[in-house]
């Protein structure tokens, strides 16, 4: 009974940023890894950031500088700091996380997200 819920998305103006949250809830006993991906129509889905063991990132090439991956352990919550948004940023943008649930510890799966829309135009 692990649920992921993604928040933050809306419309920007080019340069502008908005900050996304990323929240498991349930029976979850550990995170190992978070990753944001996103998905544009008619383009392939990629992993824009990821964050092992709620401390270490990776970021795609495109985002780097720009995006900031962060976790707060304890809320078993991620988030993705997105600054100077550009038009090809725009996208769906999807959490995912391998999460081991107390029950069925140490296996665990990956979960995903609903999504949350993020649109950058003037």
């Known amino acids: 009974q692990v649920q992921l819920v993604e928040s933050g998305g809306g419309l920007v103006q080019p340069g502008g940023s908005l900050k996304l949250s990323c929240t498991a809830s349930?029976?979850?006993?550990?995170?190992?890894?978070m990753r944001w991906h996103r998905q544009a129509p008619g383009k392939q889905r990629e992993v824009v950031a990821t964050i092992s063991d709620g401390t270490i990132t990776n970021y795609a090439d495109s985002v780097k500088g720009r995006f900031a991956f962060s976790m707060d352990v304890a809320r078993n919550t991620g988030y993705l700091q997105m600054n100077n948004l550009q038009p090809e940023d725009a996208a769906a943008y999807y959490c995912?996380?391998?999460?081991?649930?107390?029950?069925?510890?140490?296996?665990?799966?990956?979960?995903w997200g609903q999504g949350t829309q993020v649109t950058v135009a003037s």
């Open positions: 995912t996380a391998d999460i081991s649930p107390r029950r069925t510890w140490p296996s665990h799966r990956s979960y």
């Open positions: 349930g029976d979850v006993y550990r995170i190992q890894v």
